[in-house]
């Protein structure tokens, strides 16, 4: 069966500061992946996605992951985050056998300061 | 705003009762999936519908049912309520089966049992 784990569960950063939050997954497979963001009191939103190719994918916001298929890690980054990033961040992944049902990491809340 | 609706955003009721939870997809999707928020479980996969069936089963208990109508919404069935069945409910809609197609969350329902 496949998992993931995000070992990040509470991060706090001031404004202008580098972020980078890990996701790890378990399955031996083709895996397509997926950030979400939850800002507080809204839906799940698709921040980004890898299928195939390029392995450093950009998506909304100026957040980017990297697909390290050896480390089997997702990680996503953003390089001056704001205050308006605060949210809850969510690594999802679905595999072959698995259908199209998502599978989720238990989340990262995430508190930029002024 | 993702384009799919939930009704009703909360909802209160005893233990033992039997509630109904309601789900429009996005205009033009096919797929429907249903997954539980909880603080203890996180968010798990219940159900997904395409197109009127069950396409694949998650951790769903036998309390629980779904369908999807004609036009395409969907409604999730929660019986004989039990304390542990207080969570987010989130509703989700892709537009066909694909593992890369992007799945779309509504804004939930939040369920609490007492």
């Known amino acids: 069966a496949q998992s993931v784990s995000q070992h990040n569960h509470h991060v706090i950063l001031s404004e202008a500061a580098s972020l980078e939050l890990g996701c790890n997954y378990s399955?031996?497979?083709?895996?397509?992946l997926f950030w979400y963001v939850q800002y507080p009191g809204q839906h799940l939103q698709l921040l980004l996605k890898?299928?195939?190719?390029?392995?450093l994918v950009k998506g909304i916001k100026g957040f980017e992951a990297e697909f390290i298929k050896s480390k089997f890690s997702f990680n996503l980054r953003k390089p001056s985050v704001q205050w308006s990033d605060t949210a809850e961040y969510f690594c999802?992944?679905?595999?072959?056998?698995?259908?199209?049902?998502?599978?989720f990491g238990t989340g990262t809340q995430l508190k930029v300061e002024l | 705003d993702s384009g799919v609706t939930q009704t009703p955003k909360h909802l209160i009721t005893a233990t033992g009762q039997r509630v109904t939870l309601r789900c429009s997809p996005r205009?033009?999707?096919?797929?429907v999936y249903w997954y539980q928020q909880s603080l203890d479980q996180g968010l798990q996969f219940l159900i997904q519908?395409?197109?009127?069936?069950?396409?694949a089963k998650g951790n769903i208990l036998e309390r629980f049912s779904a369908q999807q109508f004609p036009d395409l919404h969907s409604e999730l069935n929660l019986s004989s309520l039990e304390l542990g069945d207080s969570a987010l409910y989130f509703c989700?809609?892709?537009?066909?089966?694909?593992?890369?197609?992007?799945?779309?969350f509504g804004p939930g329902t939040r369920l609490t049992v007492l």
């Open positions: 989700a809609s892709s537009s066909n089966t694909g593992r890369t197609d992007t799945q779309y």
């Open positions: 399955y031996g497979g083709t895996v397509n």
């Open positions: 890898y299928f195939s190719g390029d392995p």
């Open positions: 999802a992944v679905n595999g072959a056998g698995g259908g199209n049902k998502l599978t």
């Open positions: 205009s033009g999707d096919l797929s």
């Open positions: 519908y395409y197109n009127g069936e069950e396409r």
